[in-house]
């Protein structure tokens, strides 16, 4: 049977399962009992995907609703600034800003 996602405002999304195109434009959700309406998603066929994609696929939709917290910058090492080509002669002419 397929498994039909419902969005409750102060709950988030919850899964329910039902027959084939029985599903309702909206049900009650059952921490809040608040009206949870349908949420259209993409088919279920992470089955067949790599793991390292499916790895990614769960942090983007647990990051959707909980973000992690960041408190520093990652240590990969220092980012060198990219080159940029230098100024022509007639753009050296306009005004700089804050100057």
């Known amino acids: 049977m397929p498994t039909?996602?419902?969005r409750c405002d102060p709950d988030g999304v919850f899964e329910v399962t039902r027959a084939l195109g029985?599903?309702?434009e909206s049900m009650t959700c059952p921490r809040c009992g608040n009206e949870a309406a349908r949420v259209f998603s993409a088919p279920m066929l992470a089955s067949f995907a790599p793991r390292a994609l499916k790895s990614a696929i769960e942090?983007?939709?647990k990051s959707r609703d909980h973000p992690e917290i960041?408190?520093?910058l990652p240590?990969?090492?220092v980012?060198?600034?990219t080159p940029v080509a230098p100024l022509?002669?007639?753009l050296s002419r306009l005004p700089r800003?804050?100057?």
Do not use: C, F, I, K
């Open 4 to 6: 039909y996602e419902y």
């Open 22 to 24: 029985t599903p309702p």
């Open 59 to 61: 942090n983007a939709e």
């Open 70 to 72: 960041v408190s520093s």
């Open 75 to 77: 240590r990969h090492g």
């Open 79 to 81: 980012r060198r600034r």
């Open 88 to 90: 022509t002669p007639a």
């Open 97 to 99: 800003p804050g100057g």
